[in-house]
């Protein structure tokens, strides 16, 4: 099978987990400033954290999917374990914007991301398992530090949040900003394969 019916479906949900995200911001009932930060600020905020996350994943969804020929049940599996946790970012962030990002939502919002981080490292596995150790994939992941140095970070966020639930939010945003430029690893192989091409 083919990677396109797994892309599409995989836009689109991302696209769906986008709109829910934004509709649940909250209009200001003022004019100023002060109104925005007060009804909205920090929702804003966390809003904006999570859609980058989101454009983090389909960036790489679809750099991965350059890379990837075939798709297998398992793969299929793998691609909707992530959406599961993808499609808990609206929920997650909502409680912390409503809760005003108390202890437990920041610890469950981190293991959110944890869960999501882990289910791109399954999906990542199962492709290189589909098409074989020699793959284009295998070759451009290498060692793969960058997923487990974020598994580590998301850890000690959701540890951090015990002592304090802000300071959590600073090794969640850590990650986004190691993974906010597509992945090179990536880039690098899908050049090569344009040299060789040509």
Not at 68 to 81: D, F, Q
Not at 133 to 141: C, D, H, T, Y
Not at 166 to 189: F, G, K, S, T
């Amino acid at each position: 099978m083919t990677t396109r019916r797994l892309e599409a479906f995989t836009d689109a949900v991302l696209a769906i987990i986008i709109t829910i995200m934004v509709l649940e911001l909250k209009a200001p009932e003022g004019r100023s400033w002060q109104d925005l930060w007060e009804t909205t600020g920090p929702g804003l905020l966390a809003y904006a954290l999570t859609f980058v996350y989101v454009g983090i994943y389909w960036n790489n969804h679809h750099h991965l999917f350059q890379l990837a020929e075939r798709v297998s049940g398992g793969v299929l599996w793998a691609n909707l374990h992530l959406l599961f946790w993808l499609s808990l970012y609206p929920f997650t962030t909502s409680w912390m914007d409503e809760t005003d990002f108390a202890r437990v939502p920041v610890i469950v919002y981190g293991v959110n991301l944890l869960c999501a981080g882990l289910s791109w490292l399954v999906l990542q596995q199962l492709i290189v398992r589909t098409e074989g150790p020699e793959s284009r994939l295998r070759s451009a992941l290498g060692t793969d530090w960058k997923g487990r140095i974020s598994a580590l970070i998301y850890l000690g966020g959701v540890g951090l949040a015990f002592v304090n639930s802000a300071l959590a939010m600073a090794p969640y945003a850590i990650v986004a900003l190691l993974w906010l430029v597509p992945d090179q690893r990536v880039e690098r192989a899908l050049d090569r394969a344009g040299q060789q091409a040509a």
